[in-house]
């Protein structure tokens, strides 16, 4: 299965060095011909015929409830990251809820597995070390197309490097990393089948995907209240490009 899938790949990467439309070129996107190559390849190969077939047999054997411990679970995994990003962000109150909501779910919430932390009033803080960079100062850097990955840029592939890699083997084991990880990503794709179709009609998927994801970190990097006014995109999923 990889073999036929690597030279796929590679074949796409050969054919895809065209040059971009005048009225396509993007200055936060320098690599567009190669990212639109990557682009097709994840959306026609790896997402579908390996990720959405996953996450459809994992929506057909699973139920609401358990779907929702899964998310509980992994979400408060990553809590003492948010927490430690918290603290770089320059946010001792939303350090305290991270922390506070990782002590309670792990003990009241079974590991993990239920989220009684927010029936306290604890609310998830979602924090990333690539916000971090951005508070720090720290420019977004070329838009990237990941293999496998999806769309990031210079600054925030580092920034997940660091989120889902370093940080959580502080206290967990490579393998046990990368099984929280392929976890998330297939809960995170199977909460986003509904959505697929919006992406799928839209004018030019790429561009939509690129312009959704420079909105969504926009409004992470400032809690919601971004100094600019964005276009509203009806009915979108602000998770729906996570881990595609």
């Known amino acids: 299965m990889l073999k036929p899938i690597l030279s796929a790949f590679a074949a796409l990467i050969l054919s895809g060095c065209a040059t971009v439309a005048p009225e396509k070129v993007d200055e936060r996107d320098p690599l567009q011909s190669i990212n639109r190559t990557v682009y097709d390849f994840n959306m026609d ?4 015929y390996i990720l959405k077939p996953v996450a459809e047999g994992y929506l057909a054997v699973t139920n609401d409830p358990v779907r929702k411990s899964v998310y509980a679970f992994t979400t408060n995994i990553a ?3 948010d927490a430690v ?12 809820i991270n922390t506070a909501r990782f002590l309670v779910n792990s003990t009241v919430g079974i590991f993990g597995l239920f989220d009684v932390a927010s029936s306290l009033g604890l609310k998830h803080k979602d924090e990333d070390f690539g916000q971090t ?3 720090w100062g720290v420019g977004d850097g070329a838009y990237l197309m990941l293999p496998g990955y999806g769309p990031s840029t210079a600054r ?10 370093v940080l959580p083997e502080l206290a967990l084991s490579t393998p046990q990393s990368l099984l929280v990880f392929a976890v998330r990503a297939i809960d995170t794709r199977a ?6 179709k919006l992406l799928r009609e839209s004018l030019d998927p790429y561009v939509f995907m690129k312009d959704i994801y420079f909105q969504r970190q926009l409004y992470e990097l400032y809690d919601g209240n971004p100094p ?3 276009e509203e995109v009806e009915d979108f999923d602000e998770d729906f490009l996570e881990n595609l």
């Open 45 to 48: 190969v790896l997402d579908a």
């Open 79 to 81: 809590a003492p990251t």
């Open 85 to 96: 990003n918290s603290l770089l962000q320059g946010k001792p109150k939303d350090t305290g």
């Open 133 to 135: 960079l951005g508070v």
């Open 191 to 196: 909460s986003l089948l509904s959505q697929e």
């Open 156 to 165: 925030n592939i580092t920034g997940d490097v660091v989120d889902n890699f």
């Open 228 to 230: 600019i006014k964005e």
